[in-house]
């Protein structure tokens, strides 16, 4: 199994940034991808960005050029850096693991709370 803390969310102004962290309980070189979701109310949840073990990563077509989903092995921890904010980013952010020795499944953290509004 694999435990997933986020922190970082928090409100902030449109235009404004702010840097989500993941913190997995085992090393992420093992993990076969990390990913950042999002859920506003009433919405589904959908897929912000996404990291594998191999290092590709893949973003939701809005947020391209203004977050940058990162990783520092040392510390097991995913960074999700939010720029250029705006209100219809405001949602519960998640991380996400896909790990498994033989079929990989998912994992959640328990979310953290991102608010842009002036």
């Known amino acids: 199994q694999v435990q997933l803390v986020e922190s970082g969310g928090g409100l902030v102004q449109p235009g404004g940034s702010l840097r989500l962290s993941c913190v997995a309980s085992?090393?992420?070189?093992?993990?076969?991808?990390m990913g950042w979701y999002r859920q506003a109310p009433g919405k589904q949840r959908e897929l912000v960005a996404r990291?594998?073990?191999?290092?590709?990563?893949n973003y939701l077509e809005d947020v391209k050029g203004r977050f940058t989903i990162s990783r520092d092995i040392a510390k097991n921890t995913v960074y999700l850096q939010m720029n250029s904010l705006k209100a219809e980013d405001t949602a519960v952010y998640y991380c996400n693991a896909e790990y498994g020795p033989i079929v990989a499944r998912a994992y959640w953290g328990r979310g953290t709370q991102v608010t842009v509004s002036s």
């Open positions: 990291i594998t073990s191999g290092g590709d990563t």
């Open positions: 085992k090393s992420i070189n093992i993990i076969s991808a």
